[in-house]
């Protein structure tokens, strides 16, 4: 048979009407070997296609023993822990990586970014905003926002606190799963559906969007927008800023190579070569006009920012005495008159 | 009889000496009607004017059957609900808008706003700050700064993890009401008594004091200070900042008309009209001087940015070349020069 | 006897294998008195050096007693109540503010910092990292990153919301002390570590790292990084930034002087004297060339930022129409040439 795409087995909440508000995949599979496959397949009367399937404690007994006699011990004791659960249990199959049409896929797909088994932007997300509900995150789970009001009423009547801590489509990825060698100094700020790579710090102005993340190592106290990705050994400033495909990023995908430096309170709306720095309290957008130094720092000429959108070793600052934006290279002068004709 | 301005009916918390710290109103009122007042007067022993008063079980039964009787049957049953509880319940009645002097009156003030039952600036809010106990927002509720540590003492030598997660006068909306058609996906972001609009998406790094809010729809990934209020279909960038009325922003209420873009680490000083713009990372103080372009972007002359004040489409920018900070208008010469000169 | 340094006794977390996460000291001592020393010594069994001795229901019992008869009430009723945990409780006894060489000292000198008994600064805390283990901060309490997991999937066979928090070397402080007369509106973004000053509010975009803070009164709406503190009455404006010895501050130490106003999204990179404002937007960093102007805001030459560092009665800013920083002094021009010169 064709291989699988992914597959995902887990536990979830609904709300009163049975629907799913999320579920929580312990060990997301992306190209499940034949011997997994065939024991999932078996298991759940899965047919073709990428299919959502319900499963109950028999199925999932008899899920957790075909994987065991897989050989698959390790999937195996936590699938057969499932059982143990009064939480709705569900297989997500996926042939292709077609875009997420239910909410147990659209939440496996985000888990597989956040386990590190696939890089933003290496899934189909499409159209994942209009699959996934808008929940209250809360000290007692996930709780539909239809049925909000009647959970506060009735937990403050006995005596309860519950805190209502998000109220979004995304929860926070370290419910799900926190991946090895990582710092998340506020977890609040890390939306599941993050890639947040080895040796990475997320300082507590740090923020990643889903779909987004850090290849690791990095020192992140800015906000790292939807669709954008950050290179290994690069930093970002306390409450620096990268425009995101969301909002105001526009079609031009933000990126940051390796070993950049984009300083604290400073912004781009370009993608970011490898070792660039942009200075602290500058914000770069595509559309600033930018003095070119070369490499004995003397003006050659100006470029809009969006034509230096992916050169390595760019030096940005505001100069201090005279207002204007510069950027500083290692080129020389005859060097960066061949790049700016180029564009011509 | 004239008719009341609001009343709330709820239940709180207390410290050890029986104060309030906080009051929980399911369902606020502004405006009751005839009969809901009557129920509520002859079953809370009000007398006249603005006043808080007890209610024991038998008195909430009563005044549960009360405004059953007078057709209020989600009121009553909200009410009824209250007798299963071993919380205090209160009923402030407000004949007046006048300031708060309790802190259930304040709490039902607070609450009014983020029920969206009247809009910032809507209601007396004088002296506020002196009504509200500062308080510590745990896992297990408010509790009262002095007793905290025996508190905390208490949880880990019973193996309880308290978490205190704010010490401040305000708590955070989301644990008294979430109004419809929102996402807010940090809510300790939000002050109770921020007034969030429908449509309205306040992101992580999004903050709302209270008396302040937005329009609906939004996209707020800024601060939104005490006092200010943004209009329909404004939004802002990440980081941006409005000055407050608390903070810098003296006596000049900061708003934002409709259809505006704050851009990420860009501030205003400033009101702005309608359809602005400010460039990220551009600051706008009430004292910036700032050149006008006319519709042909031609210099015309210059302004304080407070003599722009509350005036529509207007594009604030940092001329990257130069570093003068320009505005761009839709206006000709000759209206700039007739609007320049209405202020000599 | 040579006084001690300091005498934490207090209860806290492990992992499996018995190895401390944290240790929570309700009352940390600075240079206990003879009496107490005595007495703790006498119930720990401690030798000589700095030391963390595990203690027993019993040795705590008696430990209790000895301070009882040492005549200190307070404290022998919390050692006490230690015997009524199922916790492991600790002592650690500091001769000599050495370097951090263990968990629950390095838990220990950063409480000693969070209630004030030491400013930051004022004890050693070099190593401090290599100590401190990365912890799951979880509604569960502590947990172990390497038991995480498991931890979470029994959470949700058992239908609880366990919320993972934090992953960091630090945790909040207010877990473990909230010092007087302070508000600290997310107190997700103040550290172990931190000292926070009588009178001062932290508002939900201040943060404090650990060996940082705020004398009081101050309000705090900006950044205090690793190392910074902030002397009485000056304020950090919203998202304002402070470069930190830990990131890009490099050697110098950042500090801001008393009644200094940084506006929002501002930032420094020197250390500042006292009344001096940075305006809000712009960026210091220690090689900003700066424009200087007497005290009739003539110009009289130029500096580098950092020759101006820890100087009073500066002010910030940059000019709107030409672009150049510069910096507004309270002097002659005679006088600001003479203090060029001693640079020279």
């Given at each position: 048979?064709?291989?699988?795409?992914?597959?995902?087995?887990?536990?979830?909440?609904?709300?009163?009407?049975?629907?799913?508000?999320?579920?929580?995949?312990?060990?997301?599979?992306?190209?499940?070997?034949?011997?997994?496959?065939?024991?999932?397949?078996?298991?759940?009367?899965?047919?073709?296609g990428?299919?959502?399937l319900?499963?109950?404690?028999?199925?999932?007994?008899?899920l957790?023993?075909?994987?065991?006699?897989?050989?698959?011990?390790?999937?195996?004791?936590?699938?057969?822990?499932?059982?143990?659960?009064t939480?709705?249990?569900?297989?997500?199959?996926?042939?292709t990586?077609?875009?997420?049409?239910?909410?147990?896929?659209?939440?496996?797909?985000?888990?597989l970014?956040?386990?590190?088994l696939?890089?933003?932007?290496?899934i189909?997300?499409?159209?994942?905003?209009g699959?996934?509900?808008?929940?209250?995150?809360?000290?007692?789970?996930?709780?539909?926002?239809?049925?909000?009001s009647?959970?506060?009423?009735?937990a403050?009547?006995?005596?309860?606190?519950?805190?209502?801590?998000?109220?979004?489509?995304?929860?926070?990825?370290?419910?799900?799963?926190?991946?090895?060698?990582?710092?998340?100094?506020?977890?609040?700020?890390?939306?599941?559906?993050a890639?947040?790579?080895?040796?990475?710090?997320?300082?507590?102005?740090?923020?990643?969007?889903?779909?987004?993340?850090?290849?690791?190592?990095?020192?992140?106290?800015?906000?790292?927008?939807?669709?954008?990705?950050?290179?290994?050994?690069?930093?970002?400033?306390?409450?620096?800023?990268?425009?995101?495909?969301l909002?105001?990023?526009?079609?031009?995908?933000?990126?940051?190579?390796?070993?950049?430096?984009?300083?604290?309170?400073?912004?781009?709306?370009?993608?970011l070569?490898?070792?660039?720095?942009?200075e602290?309290?500058?914000?770069?957008?595509?559309?600033?006009?930018?003095?070119?130094?070369?490499?004995?720092?003397?003006?050659?000429?100006?470029?809009?920012?969006?034509?230096?959108a992916?050169?390595?070793?760019?030096l940005?600052?505001?100069?201090?005495?005279?207002?204007?934006?510069?950027?500083?290279?290692?080129?020389t002068?005859?060097?960066?008159?061949?790049?700016?004709?180029?564009?011509?």
């Amino acid at each position: 048979m064709t291989p699988l795409f992914s597959i995902g087995i887990g536990i979830g909440t609904q709300n009163a009407n049975g629907e799913w508000l999320e579920v929580y995949y312990p060990q997301p599979l992306l190209n499940p070997s034949e011997a997994i496959a065939q024991a999932v397949i078996g298991a759940s009367g899965y047919a073709e296609g990428n299919q959502t399937l319900d499963l109950d404690a028999k199925a999932i007994a008899a899920l957790g023993e075909a994987l065991s006699q897989a050989g698959e011990a390790a999937l195996a004791a936590t699938v057969t822990s499932l059982t143990n659960s009064t939480r709705r249990a569900v297989v997500v199959i996926l042939a292709t990586d077609a875009s997420p049409s239910s909410v147990p896929e659209a939440y496996l797909k985000l888990q597989l970014i956040s386990h590190r088994l696939v890089r933003p932007h290496g899934i189909d997300l499409s159209g994942i905003f209009g699959c996934l509900p808008n929940v209250a995150w809360t000290s007692e789970g996930a709780i539909d926002l239809a049925e909000l009001s009647a959970r506060q009423l009735k937990a403050r009547l006995e005596n309860r606190a519950l805190s209502v801590d998000s109220i979004d489509k995304f929860p926070k990825m370290t419910d799900y799963v926190v991946p090895s060698g990582v710092r998340i100094a506020d977890t609040s700020r890390v939306r599941l559906g993050a890639y947040i790579g080895e040796g990475t710090t997320i300082m507590h102005e740090g923020f990643v969007n889903f779909n987004a993340g850090a290849e690791g190592p990095n020192m992140i106290e800015g906000r790292i927008s939807a669709g954008v990705f950050v290179g290994a050994g690069s930093d970002l400033g306390g409450s620096s800023s990268t425009m995101g495909t969301l909002s105001g990023g526009g079609n031009i995908i933000i990126s940051v190579g390796k070993e950049c430096l984009i300083g604290a309170n400073a912004g781009i709306g370009i993608p970011l070569g490898d070792r660039c720095i942009v200075e602290a309290g500058l914000y770069i957008t595509s559309g600033t006009k930018v003095g070119l130094l070369d490499d004995n720092r003397q003006a050659v000429g100006s470029a809009k920012a969006r034509d230096l959108a992916g050169r390595s070793d760019l030096l940005f600052r505001r100069n201090s005495e005279t207002g204007a934006v510069e950027c500083l290279t290692n080129k020389t002068a005859v060097e960066l008159n061949e790049a700016l004709h180029a564009h011509n």
